[in-house]
């Protein structure tokens, strides 16, 4: 755990004093980053993203059952809050005996939410791909399935790039709201050091420092990869 | 080979196809004219089920859909599986090169090995004039190059007849006849074609028949020579000195 005796009793006084909480507080900050916040953001993505999809294929199935599932799974998770998801799916459930641990509980409640938002946006992405794909597609004999899977969703996923990086980098900083189901990520961690140091704006300044590059190396992933898919597009 | 009887199409309420009849052996060139509005075009996608009529029958070597019945998806893939077709705008795949839009139907659909479908698809890419092109995208292409992969993707399923929706009407001029002579050259070895075009004299050159349709009707039909020399049809007439004109 985090040294606090040590920082509390420094005799530093000053400058000195935030150089040297800022340097033993820097290497806490970043386990929470390393082993919750990045592992909470990347597996929460890649299953809202699954649930995105086939979310976005309900609404498009034309079938009307599952067209309202998926209607009412995004409206339940777009109109209300993620802090109150998050506390039914933790406290809530854990009041009736449905008890979740909170880094579990935290991954069901952030993939629930990237999954609404984003079916939206791979629902458009879909619709924006010409019909003449679908044709062409079916012309030379290709089921339903293969479709989506070789002409449309490639095509589509170059579409979604740019909000789909929004998503993601939004959800970077919404596990920070995981704190308050007791998962030790990163703001968690600035909390308790706050609690021992008395210094909100060292350490809170810090986080949202961290906060920044994790989001600034996304960024440059994101252009990596719109520069991969824009291969086949006139620029 | 193929034959047609009594096809029906709607839109909604709106009759587009009054009931078509039409039988094509192998190995003809069929050309489709008509004012827009006609049919012809959706005659065309009603031949592999793009569109689906809403009675009559259509056989295809000797793959039969009666459309008055609830046909199935297996169906309408076999009768996909004797056509093939190619559209105005192209519609490559834009993800894919050249050689990736040719081998994907034979790779995908057929399950052939790349290995197998590759030298397949060089071949006919070659055929079309493309052998230098394989791994250009389509963006890089011109109009006609990219039909000409257009038609090399549709010849690459071993189609028993091919399809062509007005395959030169988004051509620049001077692109037209790079793809009217790869057509003019498969027509020579015998494929099956149903031609929808405007290129009248591809008509008379190419064609063993001419249809003319209007208002969902096969108005006139006949040797390209009688039927623009000497049309019978009140309409046709009218057409043909339109296009004249």
Aim: charged residues 20%; aromatic residues 8%; proline residues 5%.
């Amino acid at each position: 755990m985090f040294p606090a005796n040590d920082l509390i009793l420094s005799a530093a006084t000053g400058f000195e004093r935030y150089v040297d909480i800022a340097q033993s507080s820097f290497w806490p900050l970043l386990k929470g980053a390393l082993l919750y916040t990045i592992p909470l953001t990347l597996i929460a993505f890649s299953i809202g993203l699954m649930l995105a999809v086939i979310t976005a294929l309900f609404r498009l199935s034309g079938i009307k059952v599952l067209g309202g599932i998926a209607r009412v799974y995004i409206s339940i998770i777009r109109g209300t809050p993620l802090l109150v998801q998050l506390f039914i799916i933790f406290f809530g459930l854990g009041s009736v005996g449905i008890k979740i641990d909170p880094f579990p509980a935290a991954i069901i409640g952030f993939s629930l939410n990237t999954g609404a938002y984003a079916s939206e946006i791979i629902r458009a992405a879909i619709l924006s791909i010409p019909k003449g794909q679908w044709e062409a597609a079916y012309s030379i004999n290709m089921s339903y399935g293969q479709t989506l899977k070789r002409v449309i969703l490639p095509q589509a996923t170059r579409v979604s790039i740019p909000p789909l990086s929004n998503s993601f980098i939004s959800l970077v900083k919404d596990t920070s709201l995981a704190s308050t189901i007791l998962v030790a990520e990163m703001f968690r961690k600035s909390q308790e050091i706050v609690a021992n140091t008395y210094e909100p704006l060292l350490l809170y300044t810090e986080a949202a420092f961290i906060y920044w590059v994790l989001c600034f190396i996304l960024s440059l992933f994101q252009d990596q990869i719109e520069n991969r898919l824009n291969r086949y597009v006139k620029t | 080979m193929l034959s047609i009887k009594n096809l029906h199409m709607n839109f909604g309420s709106l009759e587009v196809l009054k009931g078509i009849d039409l039988n094509i052996e192998k190995g003809k060139v069929v050309v489709v004219i008509g004012p827009s509005g006609s049919g012809k075009t959706t005659l065309l996608r009603c031949l592999n089920v793009l569109e689906t009529p809403s009675k009559g029958q259509l056989s295809i070597n000797n793959q039969d859909i009666d459309f008055s019945k609830k046909i199935t998806r297996k169906d309408i893939s076999a009768i996909r599986g004797q056509t093939g077709m190619v559209f105005q705008t192209y519609n490559l795949f834009p993800h894919l090169t050249a050689l990736e839009n040719v081998m994907e139907g034979p790779v995908t659909v057929q399950k052939q090995d790349k290995k197998k479908a590759r030298p397949k698809a060089v071949e006919l890419l070659t055929k079309v004039g493309l052998g230098d092109k394989l791994d250009y995208y389509p963006f890089q292409l011109s109009g006609g190059q990219q039909q000409r992969v257009g038609i090399a993707r549709a010849l690459a399923m071993n189609p028993e007849v091919i399809l062509f929706d007005e395959p030169t009407s988004s051509l620049d001029p001077e692109l037209v006849g790079e793809v009217l002579q790869v057509m003019k050259q498969l027509a020579q070895e015998g494929m099956t074609m149903i031609v929808v075009t405007h290129e009248m004299n591809f008509a008379r050159d190419v064609a063993d028949e001419v249809l003319f349709m209007d208002g969902g009707h096969i108005l006139e039909r006949g040797h390209p020579e009688d039927v623009f020399s000497h049309p019978e049809n009140e309409r046709t007439k009218q057409f043909l000195n339109l296009l004249s004109e």
